[in-house]
């Protein structure tokens, strides 16, 4: 389905940021991000529109990050596809949060269409078993994904097949195993997929 690497980027929330304050200048930050602070989603992340994420036995819950990535195309112009960054919910941003991230399933991705116009001020909403639980604009982004892409480019270079997550909400819901996930978007197909326990082997 993606022929690259998934990058996510942590602390892209200006209301996460802000909330954090002065938590960001003590041990063992020292002082607040300065450059995007970035994260892989590897290849056992991948999910597709429809799929069943297992959750295991030892996570009672995890976050729902409704967000935006933008792939950069084999050819033609970068694409966007609906993405849901699954995370089991961590206080420390200090060190890559492996276990909490990676898991299987934990990066279900939308089908990619065309990059929509306003991308850095669109709304995606976020449904769980049916109900509204969160809705948030990427204006909210500290930095829109066009500056994001620019500024990653000074250190790293994103090939061709490579996804970038725009960000995630710092206030991003929860959702449990025998829960169902609809993520929506003007312009975009919707994104849902469906938590189950994972079974003893």
Known sequence: MIGG???G???NDREQVAALGDALGEK???TPPVAPILYIKPRNCFAASGSAVPLPGDVAEVAV???IAIERALAGP??????????VPHASFYRPAIAERCRDGFLP??????????????????????????RWSLSRLVRDP?????EIATFMTLAPGDLLLCG???DAPTARAGDTIEVTAEGFAPLAVSLVAEQAR
């Open 5 to 7: 690497t998934a990058y």
């Open 9 to 11: 980027v942590a602390l």
């Open 28 to 30: 063992p930050y020292g």
């Open 65 to 67: 990050g409704a967000t």
């Open 78 to 87: 970068p694409v966007a596809r609906l993405a849901i960054d699954l995370f």
């Open 109 to 134: 991705l939308g089908p990619a269409t065309a990059l929509p116009a306003g991308l850095a001020s669109i709304e995606i909403v976020t449904h769980i078993g049916g109900a509204e639980r969160h």
């Open 146 to 150: 066009a500056a994001l892409e620019r």
């Open 168 to 170: 995630i909400a710092g």
